[in-house]
């Protein structure tokens, strides 16, 4: 009896290690695989992919690994500017950048902030929005810098700018 049993534990192991393998590889089951962002710079990649499991969360389905989008980590010699969004021309690229002075010195917060605005632009195609609530917070993940308010995105406002940030995906 104890050989049957070893021998259905044993056919059992086999099985469930079968399915177990297979589920890892499926496209459903991806997340558990390292998700990879051609041409863009390995250090973003955990930005790019929380901007996809945000939209996700908010019931939008973003495949960034599927754009066009080149992220790097580099300098940039224009004062006071930690990201920048470029698309268009023949390549048919859209380009985001990070200061890299800003992201040695920047906190992983602050660093998702920069990487989420800079894909509101290049992704989501939303524009600057300086306005502010009345305690002179940006209304938008999306400012310019260029107003009279200051940031506010905290673990706190998180949720609040992010909801912000995707809502026009839901449309009129």
Known sequence: MKAVESIVIF??????GACLEEDLESP???SVRERVFPGVDPALWPHFRAF????LARGY????AATNIVGTIEEIHEQNIAGS????GRSNTKDVVVDKSFWDRANNLYREYIVFHELG???????HLDACF?????????????GNCRDNYSFQTRDYYLDELFEPLSGP
Do not use: K, W
Request: glycine residues 4%.
């Open 52 to 55: 996809e499991d945000a939209a």
């Open 11 to 16: 056919v059992f192991l086999v099985f469930f």
């Open 121 to 127: 632009h290049c992704y989501l195609f939303r524009d």
């Open 28 to 30: 459903a089951n991806e």
């Open 61 to 64: 389905r973003v495949d960034l």
């Open 85 to 88: 969004c470029s698309y268009g």
């Open 134 to 146: 009345a305690n002179r917070t940006y209304v938008s993940l999306m400012r310019s810098g260029n």
